[in-house]
């Protein structure tokens, strides 16, 4: 959801970080000569040099702050970054577009009955980890809707995570605030024609794996994986928000929507 821009007098501390490329670095080395600048625990907007990869990172790091990230693009993608400019940085982020969004948790129990939490902001997968395919049976809600998916593997994904590995999988595009996540299969052989489905993002998923210690899968949420799981547990997280800046003329719900309609 689209909320209330901040003007230049409201923006508060700015924290500037950069991806390993060389050209985000020298950027890092541009923007901080021009610009007052604080850690990054104590700012009130961050400024990510990078390109999609890092501006999952800097997500992560800053969960538990109210910080607003700003990124600019320096890899290949960049779609959840604005174009980089050297100049009026300042105005650019008075006049940035808010969009708010929550991660997904993910609850994996092992075979080994151990528990593992993690957040994910694209998505949470499942996936084999050997030649032999996985088994895997989904509840929603407490309700078994699959007995058996036999597939390379199967995943949850938000809104803003809808274009990224899920799409790759042949999942939907979600426009932001649709208030959907999605269920997609990755490589499914039965049942055959099964393509996935759209689903209310206050459910929680199940997804539970047949032949655990025959056809060991993993659980991955974002860059966290865990080996060898038995169930895995996928809802929204309640406690965190994430607040990304986006330029007005390029923001995220209008990239969602021209991304349906590229060749």
Same mark, same amino acid.
């Given at each position: 959801?689209?909320?209330?821009?901040?003007?230049?007098?409201?923006?508060?501390?700015i924290a500037?970080?950069?991806?390993?490329?060389?050209?985000?670095?020298?950027?890092?080395?541009?923007?901080?000569?021009?610009?007052d600048?604080?850690?990054?625990e104590?700012?009130?907007?961050?400024?990510?040099?990078?390109g999609d990869?890092?501006m999952?990172e800097?997500?992560?790091?800053?969960?538990k702050?109210?910080?607003?990230?700003?990124?600019?693009?320096?890899?290949?993608?960049?779609?959840?970054?604005? !174009?980089?400019?050297?100049d009026?940085?300042? %105005?650019?982020?008075?006049?940035?577009?808010?969009?708010?969004?929550r991660?997904?948790r993910?609850?994996?129990?092992?075979?080994?009955?151990?528990?593992? !939490?993690?957040?994910?902001?694209?998505?949470v997968?499942?996936?084999?980890?050997?030649?032999?395919?996985?088994?895997?049976?989904?509840?929603i809600?407490?309700?078994?809707?699959?007995?058996?998916?036999?597939c390379?593997g199967?995943?949850v994904a938000?809104?803003?995570?809808?274009?990224?590995?899920?799409?790759?999988?042949?999942?939907?595009?979600i426009p932001v605030?649709?208030?959907?996540? %999605?269920?997609?299969?990755?490589?499914a052989?039965?049942p055959?024609r099964?393509?996935?489905?759209?689903?209310?993002? %206050?459910?929680?998923v199940?997804?539970?794996?047949?032949?655990?210690?025959?056809?060991p899968?993993?659980?991955?949420a974002?860059?966290t994986?865990?080996?060898?799981v038995?169930?895995?547990?996928?809802?929204q997280?309640?406690?965190?928000?994430?607040?990304?800046l986006?330029?007005?003329?390029h923001?995220?719900?209008?990239?969602?929507? %021209?991304?349906?309609?590229?060749?």
């Amino acid at each position: 959801m689209n909320e209330t821009r901040p003007t230049a007098s409201q923006l508060g501390a700015i924290a500037i970080v950069a991806g390993e490329s060389d050209a985000a670095q020298a950027a890092l080395q541009v923007l901080s000569a021009r610009h007052d600048t604080v850690a990054l625990e104590e700012a009130a907007v961050i400024v990510a040099l990078g390109g999609d990869g890092f501006m999952l990172e800097t997500l992560h790091k800053t969960l538990k702050d109210d910080a607003a990230v700003y990124g600019m693009n320096f890899g290949s993608v960049g779609f959840l970054m604005n !174009e980089y400019a050297e100049d009026r940085l300042e %105005a650019r982020l008075a006049r940035a577009e808010r969009v708010t969004l929550r991660p997904l948790r993910m609850r994996a129990t092992g075979v080994d009955r151990t528990v593992h !939490e993690a957040l994910a902001i694209n998505e949470v997968s499942v996936l084999r980890e050997t030649r032999q395919t996985a088994k895997i049976r989904i509840r929603i809600d407490g309700k078994a809707r699959m007995d058996e998916l036999v597939c390379d593997g199967v995943m949850v994904a938000t809104s803003a995570g809808s274009t990224a590995y899920n799409l790759s999988a042949h999942g939907p595009i979600i426009p932001v605030g649709a208030g959907l996540v %999605a269920l997609t299969p990755i490589s499914a052989f039965r049942p055959r024609r099964w393509r996935g489905a759209l689903l209310p993002d %206050a459910v929680t998923v199940v997804f539970e794996v047949i032949e655990a210690d025959k056809r060991p899968v993993s659980a991955v949420a974002d860059f966290t994986e865990v080996r060898d799981v038995a169930e895995v547990e996928i809802f929204q997280d309640r406690e965190h928000t994430l607040t990304l800046l986006f330029d007005p003329e390029h923001n995220l719900e209008e990239r969602i929507v %021209a991304e349906q309609f590229l060749p």
